[in-house]
């Protein structure tokens, strides 16, 4: 496979003033994740309280669990961002892969100092993405309980539907029948919905003193029932292990909760982060042959300079090297075999607008890597399929509509990261979150939208000022109009808006890109090949 030859000039002008606003871009992140760890309202009252009941914060409760030094691949992070007043930093959960004695399993832990761990939409979202995750992985689940249940004043935004409260239980115990093991820690006041948690679980642990389990706490059982009753003597770890016998262990720290944990996690026999199933393709990983900090440099601030995808593709792959299909046909898509930390991929990056020639290229090689079990990784930085005459002539919507059905139907995993524009149908055939790839990731200077914020502006003010037939508008209407328009797209499109309400599993640095994809396509090896039936390649 021959190395992508480097055509960056490191000492220009434009890469150095592209550097330098990437960096903002990711000093902007790294504030707000910080924010979703320990910031907002009230909250360092939360954290002392916390600490003061001699409790671990969540994050320091799933290091006690996984193997020392290994890699923790926490999602959504910024779940909940700048929603309900910025009340739920982190929407009162966090989820992740990590890794216990070699094994990778999906954390699910409450962040009991966001509103007691109790769940509002964005974390009912995200606790139920971290399942599917789980699920379509082969990953076991470990519950670091510590939550108060629905968030109860939206409710009917987290109790009644499909993939609401109940949704989680039924993943639970679905899991668990697939032979996934479900465990839990119980480790706070656990009611009514976080009681279900551990009642779920395959194996339970209770931290004596802290962990408590009531269907109804003690304010309900008193209006319910005239009972007045102690919080340990209605549900604690005591009563849990040795009477009812609702948990199977009891412990007296969360230390020992942890080892013990570990323990448990021996036991369950899954396969090891190593250990392939021999379907997919694997050599020795290489480095790649340019630092990932160039592609700070690459990507253009001004978004309407293009640049070249075989660029950022040379920073993210092992030594560089790029066996490119068709590279001399349709010119806004890259596509080729490469390989990411030792695992064969195929990758298709767009380098702009999609073509009719763009669209076919992509879905013969989407056809190649489904035929060859190779999983596949798309790059999107695109505006959308190409408008006008002469596209329609030649077949844009029967050719997008091919590449959108070839993503539909590959059984490889697949594999989204959004290196910049996420537009319009571009979104659909490049593997956007309604295609179930396994995961999505995007890089801070995304946007994501039907359209850009100016082709909105004209667009909808058209549409707005022929709805009024003639009626006289003002230059200062019109430009009003045109402002809301655009105010709207521009916050709407905004990536810090779409990871808060889980449209992608997190917004990651381009330089922790590589890593993170290495994890997901290790995740994908341990499993058996998932390619069946047809696997027919049509020439385009
Ligand atoms: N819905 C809404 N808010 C909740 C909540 C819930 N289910 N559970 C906790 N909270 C909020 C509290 O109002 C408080 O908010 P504030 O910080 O703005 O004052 C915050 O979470 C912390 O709660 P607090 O009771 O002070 O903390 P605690 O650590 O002493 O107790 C719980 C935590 C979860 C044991 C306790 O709050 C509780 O029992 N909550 C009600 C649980 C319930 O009935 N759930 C039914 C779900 S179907």
């Known amino acids: 496979m021959r190395r992508i030859a480097n055509t960056i000039d490191r000492m220009s002008t434009l890469f150095a003033s592209n550097t330098e606003a990437y960096r903002a871009d990711l000093d902007t992140l790294a504030e707000r994740m910080q924010f979703a760890i320990d910031g907002g309202r009230n909250r360092q009252r939360s954290i002392d309280r916390h600490h003061g009941r001699g409790k671990v914060l969540v994050r320091d409760r799933i290091d006690m669990v996984t193997d020392e030094g290994s890699p923790f691949l926490e999602l959504s992070t910024l779940a909940g961002f700048g929603q309900e007043d910025n009340e739920f930093p982190g929407a009162g959960i966090v989820t992740g892969i990590g890794v216990v004695h070699g094994v990778p399993w999906m954390f699910i832990a409450n962040d009991a100092t966001v509103k007691g761990g109790s769940l509002f939409p964005a974390g009912i979202k995200k606790h139920v993405r971290a399942q599917d995750i789980a699920l379509e992985n082969g990953l076991g689940c470990l519950y670091l309980v510590d939550s108060g249940g629905a968030f109860l004043p939206m409710q009917d935004e987290v109790f009644p539907d499909r993939d609401h409260f109940g949704g989680t239980f039924y993943r639970q115990a679905r899991m668990s029948a697939a032979g996934l093991p479900q465990l839990s820690v119980v480790l706070g006041g656990c009611t009514a919905g976080g009681a279900y948690v551990p009642a779920l679980s395959d194996e339970v642990i209770m931290v004596e003193g802290i962990g408590r389990i009531f269907l109804g706490g003690p304010p309900i059982v008193k209006a319910a029932l005239g009972e007045v009753v102690a919080p340990d003597d209605l549900g604690g770890a005591a009563l849990h292990t040795r009477q009812s016998g609702v948990s199977d262990y009891m412990v007296q720290t969360e230390a020992e909760a942890y080892g013990l944990l570990r323990e448990l996690c021996e036991n369950t026999n899954k396969r090891t982060i190593d250990e392939r199933q021999g379907w997919l393709d694997w050599v020795e990983p290489e480095a790649p042959a340019y630092p990932a900090e160039d592609i700070l440099g690459i990507i253009n601030e001004d978004t309407r300079i293009p640049y070249d995808a075989r660029q950022v593709i040379a920073r993210l792959v092992d030594d560089s090297r790029f066996a490119e299909f068709k590279p001399e046909w349709g010119n806004s898509i890259v596509v080729g075999f490469t390989r990411i930390w030792g695992h064969q991929v195929g990758v298709i990056a767009n380098n702009g607008i999609i073509f009719s020639e763009d669209a076919l290229k992509a879905t013969h090689f989407i056809e190649l890597c489904n035929q060859r079990s190779v999983p596949l990784l798309f790059l999107q930085n695109t505006t959308g399929y190409m408008v006008g005459r002469d596209s329609e002539v030649g077949g844009i919507a029967k050719n997008g509509a091919k590449m959108v059905a070839a993503v539909s139907n590959a059984q490889v995993p697949k594999f989204t990261v959004l290196i910049g524009g996420s537009y319009g149908a571009g979104n659909y055939g490049m593997c956007g979150r309604g295609f179930d790839p396994r995961f999505l990731f995007a890089w801070p200077n995304s946007r994501i939208a039907t359209m ?89």
């Open 452 to 540: 850009a914020a100016d082709t909105a502006e004209t667009v909808l003010t058209d549409i707005r000022l022929g709805g009024m037939k003639g009626a006289e508008t003002t230059d200062e209407q019109i430009a009003e109009i045109r402002s809301t328009i655009r105010a709207q797209y521009e916050e709407q499109s905004d990536p810090y808006y779409a990871t808060s309400r889980l449209w992608d599993d997190g917004l990651i640095s381009p330089l922790d890109t590589r890593d993170a994809l290495g994890m997901c396509l290790a995740l994908a090896a341990r499993q058996d090949a998932p390619v069946t039936g047809d696997r027919i390649v049509y020439r385009m």
